[in-house]
């Protein structure tokens, strides 16, 4: 009797359990993070059979070798031009596809997150550029911040409440883009990348008239799919000169967004080349008091002076509300000059040559000093620059080349005709 | 400048890379004081700054330099002090070039960028690692075709949140070292007196990033952020931008003169930045 009772009380408890396991697929939370990330792939077995993690740092430098050789045999060794004044729409398709779960918690929910990462790398890389932001739910597609400068208005709107459902539909997100876009200035750049979760597109019309007429509008129109390639966002692409890409998962999803940051190259019949009239404002007085004209309050010492009209705004760079004119500063400008003067990709040093030459100068990064030598004085895998012959280590040749854009050795020669400046 | 979330940063352990300028047109006399920053903890690492090159004079982090015994302090500065000598010679063999006229600018660039490929290193080190900031004791006056590379290793600086400090000790003002300073949130001070040099570095550079929230440090001002015009080199308030290459002019061209972009038409893919029309500007203060 007592073990029947016992054996009732725990089935209750036991079926309780049960339904939880069932919601769950009859896995426990940690079992549940096995099966779900696969942590097996990241061993590897090596020659004599025993386990040890991938190496990730040189498979991470082996994709990032990759990535440059893509860029730059589009490069090639001319200078290429880039679109350097952009504006670019983000349309967000937040039909019910959206709301999977195979992105945790929600695609809608990572791909919010991506974009307001995205929203503040590109105005790093891109201070004289702006972002518009338009959402495509129920198959109507509606703006949700226009083109602006500042990344806080667009990141206060994604943090909201964006909820979804309905179908999606391309050709009315590129029929609101295309007049939005028909407004701005000539010289700038025209772009719209589209964030596509569903895998149909319930349209109006005929899209391909709507591609035809982004394509005469010089729309450059770039596509990330969440779920799978469809074929009309790769024809989208072709015939505008964008880019498709299809994300595998949360991770490779962001790294796809983010190439999206640095300028892409320009087709130059694209845009018009003017001259654009431009202020650069001295900082306000220590002390002095006025009321600036972005916020419409009283504001001590800090701020700029419009030099046109003498209104006072808070942040660079921005357009003067009471003139009209594009106020930046000279770092804003030269933020861009290293589009424009990009440095040559390092060549991979072959190990024999590094063998041969025993010198000090060899056997360390020139950067940061690091032992290139591998464990038992062989040779590791190190890079050099074309130009200066000088060797850095993998991880130097990442950093010069993503974030410094410089190369500190061409940099620490003295060039002999000074007018032919240090390019890299 | 307040560190980081994402990094772990020991409060008291912190990391100073000087830049050391030894232009030999400039200096006449050699400065020992920064050797008393150091102490079992800190690191100090000097890069010099010469004429025909930079290099790394000291690490204090690396096992060659660490002494033991009652001999620190003298064995310190005469290890530094020998290699800054061996490299002079060096800088010195490897071009024989005078300037003419003024005095010749320094490769700034160059060991600012070594010091930041450092930093990254040091970055890499582990999960705990010393607050890293850089010094530098410039005396020659700026370079302009320095400009693009001294800015990208400005913002390189400024995304991995790296102070850079810095003491001008030459006539003029430095307007790379004033906006290196102003963009990076470090110090930037002239000294009036440079019989008291060691008293400024120490009082205002020695203090780590933490203690600058409760001491007074010399304030930006006159950090003039104006940029001046590639055909005169004027400062101007307002100009001109060409949409393509963001060369900036005082009136309106034609044609833009650095990558030859002809105003008003769509242009060609022919035309293309070429480095002899290719004028660095610098910003004046």
């Not at chain 1, 932001?133 to 911040?145: F, H, I, Q, Y």
């Not at chain 2, 307002?238 to 105003?263: A, E, N, P, Q, R």
Request: negative net charge; glycine residues 6%.
């Amino acid at each position: 009797m007592k073990n029947s009772e016992r054996s009732r009380l725990n089935g209750e408890a036991e079926e309780e359990d049960d339904e939880e396991e069932n919601l769950n697929g009859g896995l426990e939370a940690w079992e549940r993070s096995y099966a779900d990330d696969r942590s097996w792939e990241a061993l590897q077995e090596d020659e004599s059979g025993f386990l040890r993690p991938i190496d990730n740092s040189a498979i991470y430098h082996a994709q990032y070798r990759r990535r440059l050789r893509g860029r730059s045999l589009t490069a090639a060794t001319a200078r290429i031009q880039k679109g350097l004044i952009r504006y670019l729409y983000i349309v967000i398709d937040l039909s019910r596809a959206a709301a999977e779960m195979d992105f945790r918690p929600s695609r809608m929910a990572v791909v919010a997150k991506q974009v307001e990462a995205f929203v503040r790398e590109f105005f790093y890389q891109n201070p004289l550029s702006q972002i518009g932001l338009v959402t495509v739910k129920d198959g109507v597609a509606n703006c949700l911040t226009d083109l602006g400068g500042s990344p806080e208005s667009h990141i206060k709107a994604l943090m909201g409440k964006l909820g979804c459902s309905g179908d999606s539909s391309i050709q009315n997100a590129l029929d609101l883009v295309h007049g939005l876009l028909n407004q701005i200035p000539s010289y700038g750049h025209r772009e719209v990348l589209i964030l596509y979760s569903a895998l149909s597109t319930c349209d109006p019309g005929d899209i391909m008239e709507t591609i035809q007429k982004c394509k005469e509008s010089k729309i450059r129109c770039s596509v990330i799919g969440l779920s799978a390639e469809m074929f009309i966002c790769k024809h989208l692409c072709q015939e505008t000169g964008g880019t498709y890409s299809v994300a595998l998962d949360e991770s490779h999803s962001k790294e796809l967004i983010l190439e999206h940051a640095p300028p892409p190259p320009a087709i130059a019949e694209f845009a018009i080349a003017s001259l654009i009239k431009m202020g650069f404002p001295q900082r306000a007085g220590e002390g002095s008091i006025s009321i600036c004209s972005c916020h419409k309050e009283v504001k001590v010492g800090v701020g700029y002076t419009c030099p046109r009209c003498k209104a006072r705004v808070c942040e660079l760079p921005t357009e003067c509300r009471i003139c009209g004119l594009q106020l930046v500063s000279s770092p804003h400008l030269a933020r861009s000059y290293h589009h424009l003067f990009p440095i040559a990709p390092f060549d991979e040093a072959t190990p024999s040559r590094l063998n041969d030459l025993h010198n000090i100068s060899r056997s360390t990064c020139f950067g940061c000093q690091q032992s290139l030598l591998a464990s038992g004085n062989k040779a590791g895998l190190c890079v050099a620059c074309p130009k200066c012959k000088k060797h850095f280590c993998l991880e130097c040749d990442i950093y010069i080349h993503e974030s410094l854009h410089n190369c500190p050795g061409c940099e620490s020669l003295r060039q002999s005709n000074p007018v032919v400046a240090n390019e890299g | 400048m307040a560190s980081a979330p994402s990094k772990l940063y020991s409060d008291d352990v912190s990391l100073v890379v000087v830049l050391l300028d030894t232009n030999p047109f400039f200096w006449s006399s050699s400065s020992l004081s920064f050797s008393q920053f150091l102490t079992h903890l800190n690191q100090v690492v000097v890069i010099a700054t010469g004429y025909n090159s930079c290099d790394y004079v000291y690490d204090s982090s690396s096992t060659g330099n660490q002494s033991v015994g009652n001999g620190r302090m003298p064995s310190l500065c005469a290890t530094l002090l020998q290699n800054l000598e061996e490299f002079m010679n060096k800088d010195e063999q490897l071009g024989k070039q005078e300037p003419e006229g003024r005095i010749a600018c320094s490769l700034l660039s160059g060991s600012l960028s070594m010091a930041l490929c450092y930093i990254q290193r040091v970055f890499r080190s582990g999960l705990l690692h010393p607050q890293p900031r850089i010094l530098c004791l410039q005396g020659s006056p700026d370079g302009p075709e320095q400009y693009v590379a001294i800015m990208n290793a400005i913002f390189s600086a400024q995304r991995s949140m790296v102070p850079i400090d810095s003491c001008y000790l030459g006539a003029q003002n430095s307007a790379f070292l004033q906006q290196a300073s102003y963009i990076t949130g470090g110090v930037h001070h002239k000294p009036q007196q440079l019989d008291g040099l060691f008293q400024y570095l120490l009082t205002i550079f020695g203090t780590d990033l933490h203690s600058r929230n409760f001491l007074q440090l010399p304030k930006p001002v006159g950090v003039d952020f104006r940029a001046s015009c590639f055909c005169h080199k004027n400062t101007i308030d307002m100009g001109y931008i060409c949409s393509v290459c963001l060369s900036i002019y005082c009136k309106h061209l034609k044609k833009c003169s650095t990558c030859g972009s002809v105003f008003g038409q769509a242009q060609t893919q022919s035309d293309e930045p070429s480095a002899t029309n290719r004028k660095r500007k610098t910003t004046d203060a």
